[in-house]
């Protein structure tokens, strides 16, 4: 009964305009956590604010989504989506533990090591697979992965993928010399001030490991993997720490070669641009996802995840965004334009693709991510 009557204090302090909707959520969502996140305090609080937080990457990913999926969402509930962006995964998390419950709803992961770090900090959900028929459409190599790391349940829908393989300027460097040296390039003198590269310390090791000819999801020598991001500090111009800072730069010609979103580069290209891109072998192959966080409006969310998982909705985000859906080619016809985005997989298997292996990255997580730090920083 007191907690009733807090609640109805609340709300009507939220409706009269003496408290923000994220101090309301917190609030409610404290009350939730003692009797329950699907207790009638969290439903009504969703209720009154009528209202999915989604957080993704920003730019054209950010537009995509806003035109494609979110705002005919909301023409045919009534439910506003808020979208937020960030720049990386971590940046990201820290964000997220540091909330109040409710605060934050879906988010555009990536990765299967993202959604098992999520996991492991009590972050999940348990999705009702029947509000989410589309589901059906997808890639079972998509979702099976992620079935496996929450015992068969999904806290998450996958929804696209991509690759982050080698973007170049052809006015500087020509397709024959980047078929020549690959990963390489970004630790090429010649080009010292011109290259540019992502501040994400998994991407960094990774691109090391293909420098120092090792398996990036087993590298056996770490010091020189360290040595070749040393290297590689050493020539860049900067570290860029966005989708939209990578297109400026080489749009730009401030840098002319850097790892790059491979529908980040399609989308350079389609504006004019004369940029190439190329995956190495065993080049960093991704896949995202839609997490449900806990403490977050359930059926509101499976509503919003079948809406954009519905084939006209995914396929005109894919087209927006530039990188293919999570949906099986077998079973949905995809249109013209997917067929022909980079990393594209006509056949459904993904087999041509190379994942990181979640347990190796998450495993290394702590001592990798500090080492990094230590190394961008002068060290």
């Known amino acids: 009964m007191d907690n009733t009557k807090r609640y109805e204090r609340l709300r009507e302090r939220y409706l009269n305009g003496g408290l923000e909707r994220r101090t309301f959520l917190g609030l409610i969502g404290a009350a939730g956590l003692a009797y329950g996140v699907r207790t009638p305090f969290v439903r009504e609080a969703f209720a009154a604010t009528k209202q999915v937080r989604f957080d993704g990457w920003g730019g054209v990913v950010s537009e995509a989504f806003r035109k494609y999926a979110f705002d005919p969402y909301t023409a045919k509930t009534g439910i506003k989506v808020v979208d937020g962006t960030f720049g990386g995964a971590d940046e990201y998390i820290s964000r997220v533990k540091a909330s ?26 348990e999705l009702n697979e029947a509000n989410i028929p589309n589901l059906d459409n997808v890639i079972p190599k998509l979702v099976e992965v992620f079935r496996k790391v929450t015992d068969g349940k999904l806290s998450c829908v996958p929804y696209d993928y991509g690759t982050t393989g080698l973007a170049y300027n052809r006015k500087h460097i020509s397709d024959d010399e980047m078929k020549e040296k690959g990963a390489k390039i970004l630790i090429d003198d010649k080009y010292k001030g011109k290259i540019g590269g992502w501040s994400d310390w998994r991407t960094r090791i990774w691109f090391a490991s293909l420098q120092t000819d090792q398996d990036p999801n087993n590298a056996t020598d770490m010091d020189a993997v360290w040595n070749a991001i040393r290297k590689n500090r050493d020539l860049v111009l900067k570290y860029w720490t966005s989708g939209a800072e990578l297109m400026s730069l080489l749009a730009e010609e401030e840098i002319y070669v850097t790892e790059g979103w491979s529908g980040r580069i399609f989308a350079l290209q389609e504006q004019g641009h004369d940029i190439g891109y190329m995956d190495p072998p065993n080049g960093y192959g991704w896949q995202e996802c839609l997490f449900v966080i ?86």
């Open 100 to 125: 109040q419950p409710g605060e934050y709803n879906i988010a555009h992961l990536s990765g299967v090591f993202d959604y098992a770090r999520y996991v492991g900090l009590g972050l999940g959900s």
């Open 294 to 379: 806990k403490g977050s409006p359930m059926e509101a969310c499976e509503e919003l995840l079948n809406f954009m998982l519905a084939p006209e909705t995914s396929i005109a985000v894919a087209e927006g965004q530039n990188y293919p859906p999570a949906l099986d080619p077998n079973k949905v016809d995809l249109g013209k334009k997917i067929p022909t985005l980079p990393a594209f997989d006509p056949t459904g298997t993904l087999s041509g693709l190379t994942f990181a292996n979640p347990t190796y990255w998450n495993g290394h997580e702590a001592e990798w991510s500090k080492e990094f730090g230590r190394i961008q920083k002068g060290y």
